[in-house]
């Protein structure tokens, strides 16, 4: 039961990440029209269209850093092994299989939920 709510959290998390992402880039899209009409208004109302586009650029490079973010966590996660079960540990080899599968699911979670501090610490966004 534990391994189904740990399951279900995580996906559930990942989803929404993944999907607050989308949803906010067709956001600046349906804007856009409007940041790129400031453009031959002066300079200051032109920032208006460099912040559109430095926040459009960046919610598009967050959608590659999660996805880089799953592809490099789920080959890392593939090599994490609890060792060789021998003596007692084969009898509860299913319930070590799923404790490794857990953590497996939470440091995935907890990459993809950091791909956008990751991003804006790294390149200052």
């Known amino acids: ?3 189904f709510i740990v399951c ?6 990942i989803f929404f990440t993944v999907y607050a992402r989308y949803l906010q880039l067709y956001m600046i899209v349906a804007v856009g029209p409007i940041a790129w009409a400031t453009i031959p208004g002066g300079h200051g109302v032109s920032n208006t269209a ?13 959608i ?6 799953i592809s490099i ?3 890392m996660c593939k090599s994490i092994s609890f060792g060789d079960l021998t ?4 009898l509860v080899d299913g319930a070590i299989q799923a404790l490794q599968s857990m953590a497996t699911m939470i440091i995935m979670t907890g990459a993809v939920k950091g791909a956008d501090i ?4 790294t390149f200052g966004l």
């Open 1 to 3: 039961m534990l391994f």
């Open 8 to 13: 279900l959290v995580c996906s559930g998390i």
């Open 50 to 62: 460099s912040a559109w586009i430095r926040t459009f650029l960046a919610k598009c490079f967050e």
């Open 64 to 69: 590659v850093i999660i996805a880089l973010a």
């Open 73 to 75: 966590g789920g080959a």
């Open 87 to 90: 003596g007692i540990g084969e």
């Open 118 to 121: 990751f991003m804006h610490r």
